[in-house]
């Protein structure tokens, strides 16, 4: 492991150590790292997750025919695709998820598919499988 150096201020400092020690992480370091192990994975800078979870967050109230092209677009990448579920949630939201093969850059034309849809108000990228690959070193 190769040690950094980071500036933050004493707020959000204590805000890490007080989650730190609430989810009982041993140090506040090894929470910075699953931090940016998940903000790395958000964005698709991770290659080496066996499945993605994409998370689509839309609304048909101010957008009718959103849900409608989310489905066409699944359907443009089915290949690539292993399941989906659309679930109606409260307000003419809706929350799509998306479980695919592999991770960027198989992903990534899926994904800026997705965002590019008038009515998705959020779609994120999670990797799924990331474990001891990454913990030493393998990203």
């Not at 140090?27 to 790395?40: N, P, T």
């Amino acid at each position: 492991m190769v040690v950094i150096s980071v500036s933050l201020p004493s707020s959000l400092v204590r805000k890490l150590n007080e989650l730190a020690s609430r989810l009982g992480y041993k140090s506040r370091s090894e929470l910075v790292k699953d931090a940016v192990l998940e903000y790395l994975s958000s964005k698709g800078e991770i290659s080496n997750a066996p499945y993605s979870v994409i998370i689509v967050v839309s609304d048909h109230e101010s957008e009718p025919k959103v849900d409608k092209r989310i489905i066409e677009v699944i359907h443009d990448y089915e290949t690539e695709i292993v399941s989906y579920q659309h679930q109606m949630l409260e307000g003419g939201l809706c929350i799509t998820t998306i479980i695919t093969k592999g991770f960027p850059p198989h992903t990534a034309p899926l994904l800026r598919s997705l965002r590019s849809i008038r009515g998705v108000l959020e779609a994120q990228l999670l990797g799924v499988g990331l474990g001891k690959e990454l913990e030493q070193g393998g990203v």
